[in-house]
């Protein structure tokens, strides 16, 4: 076993557990055995574990040639066992771990990397792998090669929120001058209006002074919201989404919408995040199909939305394949993703619509089909071809 560095921190929100994190970076340039074909490749395997569960992000450096696809696979020494993943498919037999690209992160250029995260359970699950292979070829970690000096801190999971880069939509609502929605934002209300309103509020915000606020009352026709003018319809292949929202009043059974995006795809009609049965869900207007699908297992398989705090809420829409994922506060929400393979209770309904979306704009705000009232706030808005961290 090489020696690992070994980090403690603390994790604020939950003083009574100490999470371990170990940073493993493994490094080897490998020749494929008979081929003569250069191959090679590098793992950063950074974990966060606390008694009980971990999560791990994991990090692959290509040093050999392009891959047009990749399948990285390695063995547990103990216990742990993966229960979900974002940005790769991660199946487990026994020890053995398989992940393999998505729909979307496939291509791994000569000196490129990709990375992918997981969350597992287990008791021992303070221990790293290290017999990592990269499309069956050894990175030959499992102790025929030395480790490199790992990163003095493990690199960070998400990019900090002021990186927008070249974001189509990157909004903390502080140039808004006055209360009504301006500049790049429009209060819209499509259909019909009644007592649903949009404001610019500079008494609560995640980021500064402002944000904006949306007062949505039960009913359709008291549905409002804030449209941003960006046109959307060329971002992708996958279309990357980050937004604080706060909201007042828990998710009701009745279902309800507080983003909603309008699709080429479906003539125009949304592709809509809301809530029903108390939890989080997806909705696509025009088959009213629903992720996850509302059966008690699949919306356990969903999150509530928190009321009267932040909430990180990040999705990632697939505009080439049916690919959908989302992220809470950086946890994946195993019942809000749609991975192309029909899963009960999950994505088998969701999936029976094979033209993948294609968002051209973005509306926060609140629209109810039956009962409930809600207040929320939205602030630090990104929408763009690359992922933003919360
Ligand atoms: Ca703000």
Redesign the pocket.
Known sequence: MPNLPVRLLRRPWTAAVAALALALSLFAVVPASGSGMASGCRVDYTLNAWSGGYTAEVRITNTGEALSGWRLAWTYGGDQHVTSAWNATVTQTGHSVTAVNTAWNGALPGGGAVGFGLQGTGQSVDSVPTDFTLNGVSCGGDGTSPPTTPPTTPPPTTPPSAECGDAAVC????DQAGPTPSGNWRFTAPDCQGTGTAAVDTAV???????LRLDGRAGYCNHAFVAATADLSSIGPVMHVRMWVRHTTALPAAHVTFVSMPDSSQGGRALRIGGQNGALQWNRESDDATLPAQSPVGVGLSRPLPTDTWQCLRFAVDTSAPGLDTWLDDEQVPGLHADGVPTQDVDAQWLSRTTPPRPTALRLGWESYGTGDDTLWF??VVVGSSPVGC
Do not use: I, K, L
Not at 205 to 211: E, F, L, N
């Open positions: 909004e903390d609502f502080e915000a995640h980021s500064g002074t402002r944000s602030d630090d």
